[in-house]
């Protein structure tokens, strides 16, 4: 039995639905996949976006208005854990639900308690499913996706890696939408200061979300001694290669 890895596996809302509702097949790949680590001696924390829109499936309200978006956060939240449920036990795994709420991390006793209850899970083969509480919180809904949450995540609990699953496969060094030429960076060291202020834009399919948020991450998780990997989402096969083989072929590692 080797030393266990732990791993954070964040899967961006973009990924999980298509047209509005949730995207079965990608959310069955995604769990085949963390299945298949678990038996190469990895720990896996899911943090996985979606609520909003699997609420939206049951309750079409306007999604231009944050307090709708609470509500359909919440319809939608145990809406997805059960589909989450369903998939995992195909697999004879058990999945758990933690709500955090956007301040626990502020708190040491907080952090804490959290990490107890993630390390329980862990140990009895449970998959954890993080989400900031967007009922209460909505940093997620404001801000865009989760990715400042699992940077803390992967941080506070404990993780060696935490893996961003994207419409983005991968940072380059110009928006590949618009440049032909444009190059993925494989390794990343460093991130300049400009990256790390650039506006916000989560309507502009380069940046959902935004590519900014998930280099503001990978920053911060860099400056813990930690790493972050972001590849795509919609095919699995950089991600599970990078994992399970240990080879590099597509995909950005940021790694101080």
Do not use: W
Not at 14 to 32: C, D, F, P, Y
Request: hydrophobic share 45%; aromatic share 8%.
């Amino acid at each position: 039995m080797g030393l266990m890895k732990r791993v954070v596996i964040k899967v961006g809302s973009h990924v999980i639905t298509e047209n509005g509702s949730i995207a079965k097949s990608r959310m069955l790949a995604l769990v085949q996949l963390i299945a298949e680590l678990k038996t190469h001696h990895y720990e896996v924390i899911l943090i996985s976006s979606g609520a909003v829109s699997a609420g939206y499936t049951q309750l079409p309200l306007n999604r231009s208005v944050v307090a709708n978006k609470q509500a359909l956060a919440a319809i939608g939240q145990p809406y997805l854990l059960k589909m989450y449920q369903e998939k995992f036990a195909r697999f004879n795994l058990l999945c758990s639900q933690v709500l955090l709420s956007a301040d626990v991390f502020k708190f040491k006793e907080h952090v804490e308690h959290a990490k107890n209850a993630i390390d329980t899970l862990l140990e009895n083969n449970v998959v954890p499913i993080i989400n900031e509480n967007d009922t209460v919180s909505i940093e997620e809904l404001v801000f865009g996706d989760n990715d400042r949450l699992s940077a803390h995540v992967a941080h506070y609990f404990d993780a060696s890696l935490l893996v961003i699953l994207s419409d983005i496969d991968a940072f380059y060094d110009k928006d590949p939408n618009k440049y032909d030429d444009a190059k993925r960076r494989a390794v990343v060291h460093t991130i300049e200061e400009d990256e790390l202020k650039a506006e916000h834009t989560p309507n502009n399919e380069f940046a959902t979300g935004g590519i900014v948020t998930k280099l503001q991450s990978a920053d911060f998780l860099m400056r813990e001694g930690r790493e972050m990997f972001l590849a795509s989402g919609f095919d699995l096969g950089d991600v599970s290669t990078f994992l399970i083989d240990g080879t590099h072929k597509g995909g950005t590692l940021f790694k101080a």
